[in-house]
């Protein structure tokens, strides 16, 4: 796979990581409490920072660590049942994105079992410091685990096959882009949006992005198996 | 105001069931008022309006549940300031 190749379907995987909801509610829910507890804008300002880079160094150690496990295991040449299992995990995580990321109910509801939702809420209404938000921010990412970890070995299967300097930009991309969700949210807070109007927006149009999640999932998974399983067990034969 | 005895169960019984507590409605309302940027004063006003005639429904039961008490007082809020209204609501559905 050449490198242009390469880091389009990082940055594809990237923008899927990105349309998954739990750190942008962890966040709308932290700037309403820091908000209504009459905290000073700069307080705001700092928790929600905190918890946005939280969220951006723990996806960038989780697809490093993902992406040495693959090198400890398989080095540069990873087997291609390894990228036909990446490619059923990405297919199966988008059709369960398909069938239940969202709850059936009114709001911005996920599939987070209740005691795990009830205990982000509780510890985001009781996050008053900076270092507590960077450590929520570090959790969000972790309780998405289920949804993220396709794209994530996926992302981590084409960086390894790249030369070193392009596997730090790749995990670069990947950060950046898995936290671009965050960072509109953060900067619309931090320049006084209503948080109304965006958990609105995020309600009206849930059902769109629960559907483009899954199907973005599906394309990537299809895309991958034909041009890195298909063509390899084709041209080998 | 007559003082209200009625009893709250939360989360469906999962904790323990609290007597009403006005101070604790009224800030619950303000923070949502402030959460969509509303001046204190207003924010202050509108929760003891919104408290006002929550308690009004109140008077006659002696137990409500923690969720009925946020539809209530969400309806009430909303004919204050729907936009905290909906904040308000949606609390508990956002994660």
Redesign the interface.
């Known amino acids: 796979m050449d490198i242009p190749t390469s880091l389009a379907i990082v940055a594809f995987a990237a923008l899927l990581h990105a349309s998954f909801q739990?750190s942008v509610?962890?966040l709308?829910?932290l700037?309403?409490?820091s908000?209504?507890?009459?905290r000073p804008l700069k307080n705001l300002l700092s928790l929600t920072t905190s918890f946005v880079i939280g969220a951006a160094v723990m996806t960038l150690l989780l697809l490093s660590f993902v992406a040495l496990v693959v090198i400890s295991v398989y080095e540069t040449e990873v087997p291609l049942v390894v990228w036909a299992v990446a490619c059923g995990l990405l297919s199966g995580v988008g059709i369960a994105v398909w069938i239940f990321y969202y709850r059936r109910?009114?709001?911005?509801?996920?599939w987070?079992p209740r005691g795990t939702?009830?205990f982000?809420?509780d510890r985001t209404k009781a996050t008053t410091h900076p270092a507590e938000a960077f450590s929520l921010g570090l959790t969000s990412v972790i309780a998405e685990l289920l949804f993220i970890i396709a794209p994530l070995l996926v992302s981590a299967l084409v960086l390894v096959e790249l030369p070193a300097l392009w596997q730090l930009i790749g995990i670069a991309v990947y950060t950046v882009i898995a936290s671009l969700s965050l960072i509109i949210v953060w900067v619309l807070i931090g320049s006084?949006h209503?948080?109304?109007?965006i958990?609105?927006w995020r309600?009206s149009n849930k059902r769109f992005l629960q559907f483009a999640a899954g199907s973005g999932l599906l394309i990537l998974g299809i895309f991958v198996y034909v041009s890195k399983v298909l063509s390899t067990a084709v041209g080998g034969m | 105001m007559a003082s209200v005895l009625s009893d709250v169960i939360k989360?469906e019984g999962q904790r323990p069931t609290e007597s009403f507590s006005q101070s604790k409605l009224e800030a619950s309302l303000?923070?949502?008022c402030?959460?969509?940027?509303s001046p204190?004063g207003q924010a202050e006003s509108i929760a003891k309006n919104v408290c006002k005639k929550v308690i009004e429904w109140l008077e006659s039961k002696p137990e409500v549940t923690s969720r009925d008490l946020r539809l209530v007082a969400g309806r009430h809020l909303e004919a204050h300031h729907p936009?905290?209204a909906?904040?308000y609501q949606?609390?508990?559905?956002?994660?």
């Open positions: 739990l509610s962890v709308t829910l700037s309403s409490h908000i209504g507890s009459k109910e009114q709001g911005t509801s996920l987070l939702a009830r982000l809420s006084g209503a948080l109304s109007g958990q609105k309600e | 989360r303000v923070a949502a402030l959460s969509v940027r204190i936009d905290a909906y904040l949606q609390h508990r559905v956002t994660l």
